[in-house]
């Protein structure tokens, strides 16, 4: 950049033209108080020229990223090592064998143990359908009430109480028929009205109305003690399904491990088929295997005798399966090698001797004049009786 104020000339004296062209900027731009004051004596230094701003509509390229420790090292993904995934139900941890966990990456299921994530989550779904028919039925016996005396019931409650009133009158009413038809109770009413005494009218019917109470009060009672042995049982059965479906699971991943042989679809398979057949899995014991366990004959054991012949019998069929292919595609590779067009190598060839001069007189090549030497090339059919150097 030039400053005209202080270029020089050729000879080393400022230009008059320059500096006065300078001034003239300067009074127009307003960079003087007055263009008769007191010029400032101008420095014989270069101006140093401002710093150019960046444009605003040039984008900036981002820093990358840095560590807030630069001597720490990135952490790398290969470096994490995986543990398994744990979980809470209730407050208990538990831990989950089939997935692990990767740091902050995620959570990996190794390929063995797809098929239980699977199950997983179609038990979900359907346990999830469930839950909300149930809740739906439920809010239908909860709009439900029967009041007795002056206690009102809702829900299941008000059912029960309703079933044990239909037993009760069902139960007084028959007594009441009964007793109109026991000849012996209807001679005694009608000889007590006779005689015109009502005491004695009074004490005949107690005897009936007692009976007939009693016999009410029982069936009111036995209905409520039926439906409440009925309401544990069902959670009992409930409960044990659970545990049977858990239980279950395990015995397919038992089988699994030991015999690697079987895929994940044959695990499947097996776990389809023998699902309906689970009362033969967990059976009541015997009372020979009572004795054994020391459990009361009729408990409830497992035995999956049958799921571990059928799993035996795959995996002995997948391995000759896999031995087959894997003997038909060694032959099939042998085969091919055979069958493959073969390169005959190139002849070398051999030096050939050189011709032996022709000497006159012979006969043949070892012809010296020897009968053995025409003998010999006789027996080996060369003797044409020509000779060679003709």
């Known amino acids: 950049m030039i400053n005209p104020a202080v270029d020089l000339t050729a000879d080393g004296a400022p230009d008059a033209d320059l500096s ?34 960046d444009p605003a509509d040039v984008p900036k390229e981002p820093e990358p990223d840095q560590p807030s420790d630069p001597a720490a090292p990135a952490k790398e993904s290969d470096a994490i090592a995986p543990t398994p995934l744990d979980y809470t139900v209730n407050g208990e941890k538990k831990i989950a064998d089939w997935a692990l966990r990767v740091g902050d990456e ?37 709009a439900l009430t029967h009041k007795v005396g002056d206690e009102e019931f809702r829900g299941v409650e008000a059912f029960r109480q309703l079933q044990a009133e239909k037993a009760m009158l069902d139960a007084s ?69 659970h545990v049977q479906d858990a239980e279950y699971q395990q015995i397919v991943t038992a089988i699994g491990q030991a015999l690697p042989a079987l895929t994940p679809e044959d695990l499947k398979v097996m776990a389809d088929y023998f699902g309906p057949l689970r009362d033969r899995i967990f059976r009541p014991a015997t009372v020979a295997e009572a004795q054994q366990f020391h459990i009361r004959p009729g408990t409830i054991i497992k035995d999956p005798t049958v799921m571990n012949q059928w799993a035996q019998d795959r995996a002995t069929l997948r391995s000759q399966h896999t ?17 493959a067009p073969r390169v005959a190598p190139k002849p070398t060839k051999r030096p050939t001797a050189p011709a032996t001069p022709a000497t006159p007189g012979k006969r043949f090549a070892k012809d010296d004049g020897s009968y053995q030497a025409w003998k010999n090339e006789m027996q080996a059919g060369r003797f044409t009786g020509v000779s060679d150097a003709e």
């Open 323 to 339: 031995n087959a292919v894997a003997a038909a595609s060694k032959a099939a590779q042998e085969n091919a090698a055979r069958q």
């Open 173 to 241: 009413g028959g007594a009441i028929m009964a007793a109109l038809a026991d000849p012996q109770f209807v001679t005694d009413l009608a000889l007590a009205y006779q005689s015109g005494e009502q005491a004695q009218v009074e004490t005949t019917l107690a005897r009936i109305l007692t009976q007939v109470k009693r016999e009410g009060e029982y069936a009111q009672f036995k209905t409520l003690r039926d439906a409440s042995a009925q309401e544990t049982t069902v959670a009992r059965q409930q409960e044990t399904s």
């Open 20 to 53: 006065f062209l300078a001034d003239f900027d300067a009074q127009m731009g307003g960079l003087s108080q007055s263009p008769f004051g007191d010029e400032p004596e101008r420095s014989s230094e270069p101006t140093p020229e401002p710093p150019v701003a």
């Open 106 to 142: 995620g959570v990996v299921v190794p390929p063995q143990h797809i098929g239980k994530l699977q199950d997983l989550i179609q038990r979900d779904e359907w346990q999830a359908r469930q839950n909300r028919e149930l809740y739906a039925q439920s809010q239908k016996y909860e």
